[in-house]
């Protein structure tokens, strides 16, 4: 599927669901900054618990919308039993995105489109090991990367709606890029499981 495609199936999953996409992304920002506030242990619960919990959360919300599955807010903290296993895949992808970095930024960035699909391998295959989802999502994004990024690209003007309505746009463009990445990952994913 071509950028277009990818975009316009996303504007069709969202329609009708837009008000619950606003508020379970509502509650994952007010709880991140919420959690964020609170001294000390904060940030480790943040790094350790929360944005893990939350990010594994999200992708499955994206990926059963994708099947015409409706969001439900509750699926929210349905994955917080998953967390360990999405900080491993969090902590991994930055620790190696970072190393990579450190040799210069391009390599970095070129590695972090390389683990992008990790979340939602880990999300699709619960039982997987860390390395393995980002094993998996090296090979599935060989010959992907500068797609994505395109992709990515594509939404700047997007964004600076955001920007200028103080974020109010944020309530239709943050469902349709989540949809337009998780309808890529689809695209992509069965290419590589039909070679």
Not at 78 to 103: D, I, Q
Not at 141 to 163: N, P, Q, R, T
Request: contains cysteine; aromatic residues 14%.
């Amino acid at each position: 599927m071509d950028r277009v495609e990818l975009k316009n199936l996303a504007k069709q999953q969202i329609k009708g669901h837009l008000g619950v996409l606003f508020l379970i992304t509502l509650i994952v920002y007010l709880v991140s900054v919420l959690v964020g506030m609170i001294p000390v242990v904060g940030s480790l619960a943040m790094a350790l618990v929360v944005t893990p919990a939350f990010s594994i959360a999200m992708v499955t919300i994206y990926l059963k919308l994708a099947q015409n599955i409706a969001p439900q807010v509750n699926e929210l903290f349905a994955h917080f039993s998953k967390f360990w296993a999405a900080f491993k895949v969090t902590f991994l992808t930055g620790l190696f995105t970072f190393l990579w970095s450190l040799l210069f930024v391009i390599p970095g960035i070129i590695k972090a489109y390389s683990y992008s699909m990790a979340m939602y391998i880990l999300a699709e295959n619960p039982e997987m090991g860390a390395r393995e989802a980002i094993d998996r999502s090296k090979a599935m994004m060989d010959g992907h990367k500068m797609e994505l990024f395109v992709l990515e690209l594509s939404f700047i003007g997007w964004y600076l709606l955001c920007a200028i309505t103080f974020g109010i746009a944020a309530i239709w463009v943050v469902p349709y890029v989540s949809a337009t990445i998780t309808n890529f990952y689809n695209s992509i994913k069965n290419t590589v499981n039909a070679e």
